[in-house]
């Protein structure tokens, strides 16, 4: 029995606490829907369940390596280009690597940090609510950005992450806040119902997935900022 419960464990995937009022919700519709109609209690009860899948807070294996960029979000890798960074993030002003990924219904919408460092700045901006795949969504969408402060070869580096709301998320929800300290794959944030994580990276660093490819927060690399040729790591 002891196995079996250990294993039933495993298997279920933890829902992280913003979903639990959702799922109140769903299920107070449910019961309500269900007194009057069994064919719309059903559907209530397909949509409450479909709410607990989309706020599933899996556990990751973070790779572990100086230089190493996982990615923060799930999702489909659906732009990797040079570009200005957000003027918000206070950045310089000069081409950085962006690598845009975008998270539809389905994926897991909770946000992991892709470095490890400190938490340097935070800075919501109001905005549209346009397609989030669109390459302006970075522009133009509500978004909240925050650039990490890490070392790389005891170098400083800045790295900038934003948020950014799509046609369906309506709101971007924060963990952490400025001064804090992050390890790699740590939680950092969250987005609901549909939306994109952008990663901005310093000239010279080495992009490693390509367009089209299904990126996992925490897991995933991303990108090396050592450049050069491919080298080995390990997973914690």
């Given amino acids: 029995m002891t196995d079996l419960l250990e294993t039933i464990r ?10 639990y009022p959702f799922i109140l919700i769903g299920i107070v ?9 069994q064919f719309f209690g059903w559907i209530f009860l397909i949509l409450t369940l479909w709410v607990c899948y989309f706020f599933r807070d899996p556990e ?20 990797i280009a040079k570009a200005l960074p957000p003027p918000e993030l206070d950045l310089p002003q000069v081409p950085m690597t962006r690598i845009s990924v ?38 133009d969408n509500e978004r909240n950005g ?10 400083p580096v800045r790295v900038g992450v934003v948020q ?7 709101r971007i929800v924060g963990f952490v806040g400025a001064g804090d300290r992050l390890q790699v794959g740590e939680r950092f944030g ?15 660093t080495r992009v490693l997935v390509g367009l089209g490819q299904k990126a996992v927060a925490g897991e995933t690399v991303l990108a090396d900022l050592a450049g050069g040729p491919e080298r080995q790591f390990r997973r914690i």
């Fill in 29 to 37: 519709l449910t019961v309500l829907a269900g007194y009057f109609s």
């Fill in 10 to 19: 495993r298997v279920l995937v933890p829902i992280h606490k913003e979903g």
């Fill in 146 to 155: 925050l650039v990490i402060e890490t070392t790389f070869r005891e170098m």
């Fill in 60 to 79: 990751r294996v973070t790779p572990v390596g100086d230089g190493l960029v996982v990615s923060p979000a799930d999702g489909r890798v659906n732009l």
């Fill in 190 to 204: 969250l987005i609901r119902f549909g939306s994109r994580v952008d990663v901005y990276l310093p000239e010279g």
């Fill in 164 to 170: 950014i709301a799509g046609l369906v998320a309506r």
């Fill in 102 to 139: 975008f998270m539809n219904v389905f994926d897991c919408h909770v946000n992991r940090t892709p470095v490890t460092g400190t938490i340097g700045q935070i800075h919501y901006t109001p905005g549209l609510f346009l397609n989030a795949e669109l390459d302006k969504a970075s522009e």
